[in-house]
C-alpha cells in the first residue's frame, strides 16, 4: 500500500532534517522515499507491504496526519496532485478567474496551467511581456517604474500583475520578471534572481490587493526558469487558500 503527500518550498535536505526525528520512529515495515521535482516539489511517498489492508491503510494515514501537523502549509495536495491542478480546484471552487504576465518565464506559468483538462473553467490568458515596450503598452506598467527601478524590481512585478488583471478583466494574476541567465545578471541583481507577484482585483470595489516575493536560485536556464515558475504558483497557492 502506498500513500503520497506533496510539499513545496522546503528543500529535500531540509525537509529530511526537519522530519527526521519522525521519520526515525516509523514502523520498520513502513518505508518513505523522497520524490524531488523542481515544478512539483517534494513528494513523501510512504508504503508498506502485506499485512491486512484496511490496517496498513490506517497506520500510513496517522503517519500522515503527524506529517501535516509538522509541515503545515507547506503541504499542497496527495497523491499526483500538483500546484497547477490545486490552484484549478481552488479557483472553480470560488467561482473566478485567473491570468497570467510573464517575463522571465516566457509563458511557462501558462503551459502549465493549461495542462490541466478544463482549465478553460477559470484562466483567461496570459501576456508575455519579455520586452519592457510590452511591460509599458500593453500592461500599463508606468515608464518611471522601469526607469528608477528596473525590470527585475518588486515594484514592476506588481505593476505587471494589477496590469493584467485588468486587461484580462480577472479576479486574480500571477506575474514574473527576473534573469534566467546564463548571461544578463549584475552585481545587484545575478544571474537566478527574479520578483514573483499576486494580484487581487477586487470588481464590485475596484481596489487592487498585490503581494511579491522575491527569489535566488543558482541554476542552469532550464531550471531557474521551472523554478521561478513554480514558486509564482506556489505563491498563488498559498495566496488562494488564505482568502
Not at 529535500?12 to 523522497?34: F, M, N, R, V
Not at 527601478?149 to 480577472?170: D, K, L, P, W, Y
Not at 494580484?199 to 531557474?224: L, M, P, W
Amino acid at each position: 500500500h502506498h500513500k503520497t503527500l506533496v510539499t513545496f518550498g522546503i528543500p529535500e535536505s531540509t525537509l529530511a532534517k526537519q522530519i527526521e526525528p519522525w521519520e526515525d520512529a516509523l514502523p520498520e515495515d513502513i518505508k518513505l522515499a523522497y520524490l524531488p521535482n523542481p515544478i512539483v516539489g517534494v513528494r513523501l511517498r510512504l508504503s508498506t507491504y502485506g499485512g491486512v489492508k484496511d490496517e496498513e491503510i490506517r497506520r500510513i494515514d496517522t503517519e500522515f496526519e503527524k506529517l501535516r501537523e509538522m509541515l503545515g502549509d507547506a503541504i499542497y495536495g496527495e497523491g499526483e496532485d500538483t500546484l497547477q491542478i490545486v490552484i484549478g480546484k481552488h479557483l472553480k471552487n470560488k467561482g473566478m478567474t485567473l491570468s497570467a504576465a510573464e517575463s522571465c518565464t516566457g509563458g511557462k506559468i501558462a503551459s502549465l496551467l493549461t495542462s490541466v483538462a478544463g482549465a478553460s473553467q477559470y484562466f483567461y490568458g496570459s501576456v508575455t511581456s519579455y520586452d519592457n515596450s510590452i511591460k509599458e503598452n500593453i500592461l500599463g506598467v508606468p515608464h518611471e517604474i522601469i526607469a528608477q527601478h528596473g525590470a527585475v524590481s518588486q515594484e514592476c512585478v506588481e505593476a505587471m500583475a494589477i496590469g493584467v488583471n485588468r486587461v484580462m478583466n480577472t479576479d486574480f494574476a500571477v506575474a514574473t520578471s527576473g534573469i534566467a541567465g546564463p548571461g544578463g545578471g549584475s552585481p545587484e541583481k545575478p544571474v537566478g534572481t527574479a520578483w514573483l507577484a499576486v494580484a487581487y482585483h477586487d470588481k464590485t470595489t475596484g481596489k487592487d490587493e498585490v503581494i511579491s516575493k522575491k527569489v535566488a536560485f543558482n541554476s542552469s536556464r532550464e531550471v531557474n526558469i521551472d523554478r521561478f515558475a513554480s514558486n509564482a504558483l506556489n505563491l498563488l497557492r498559498l495566496y488562494l487558500e488564505s482568502h
